[in-house]
């Protein structure tokens, strides 16, 4: 779960709450750092506060949304209902006005997350001779050999293996991996993916998993 609010008094109220109910929590307080943790952890709820430092929450949804279809839960101060609409209509699942109470949050998080039908991930994908383990993100040959991805490479790996078969476009995968401001350095998107195909793919000239759809974006095929 990741809880996105820049009022550390809150994100501390929720963590004492939500982990003695145990749910795994992550936290961030900006936007750059939502999509960040979010892609790092990724989430099976988010509860989103829509007045964020560096950018509009509304913006973190549509950042989500375009890999990720976890249940978001606005929780906002803003009680406009052009404000509600507006984050409804970005893919935001429910809206609960701050002052709130924690029993009625829990209720709107277990009907969300109902209503979701989140199913688990398989922690383990193959990409060719390789195994991707997505829980000790780890990369290992089928004869044993561990597989060293940077930083980068691996983030990028991770948000295409998690959507088998899902077109990625460019803008998508340039937002989530490098974050907001980045969207047109393709440059960079190309020089990863060529990275990844050159360790992972048997012909990195005739890639077979790690797929190019030509002016649209990249698709992992299992």
Do not use: C
């Amino acid at each position: 779960m990741l809880v996105v609010d820049d009022e550390p008094q809150i994100v501390r109220a929720l963590q004492i709450n939500l982990k003695a109910r145990r749910y795994e929590v992550h936290v961030a307080g900006s936007g750059t750092a939502a999509l960040k943790v979010a892609a790092q952890h990724p989430p099976d709820l988010v509860i989103l506060d829509l007045g964020l430092p560096d950018f509009d929450g509304v913006e973190v949804i549509r950042g989500l949304r375009g890999w990720t279809e976890a249940p978001i839960l606005v929780l906002s101060g803003r009680t406009d209902s052009t404000d509600k609409v507006e984050a409804l209509d970005a893919g935001a699942d429910d809206y609960v006005t701050k002052p709130f109470g924690i029993d009625e949050l829990l209720a709107r998080m277990r009907a969300v997350l109902r209503r979701s039908g989140t199913v688990a991930e398989e922690p383990v994908v193959t990409v060719g001779d390789a195994e991707v383990d997505l829980a000790a993100k780890r990369v290992t040959m089928t004869n044993g050999d561990e597989v060293r991805l940077t930083p980068t490479e691996w983030h990028l790996l991770e948000v295409l293996v998690r959507h088998p078969g899902k077109l990625m476009s460019q803008r998508q995968l340039l937002t989530e991996v490098w974050g907001p401001g980045y969207e047109t350095a393709g440059g960079n998107l190309r020089f990863y993916m060529g990275q990844l195909r050159r360790k992972l793919e048997a012909d990195p000239a005739r890639p077979q998993h790690l797929r190019t759809e030509p002016g649209m974006g990249y698709r992992f095929e299992p």
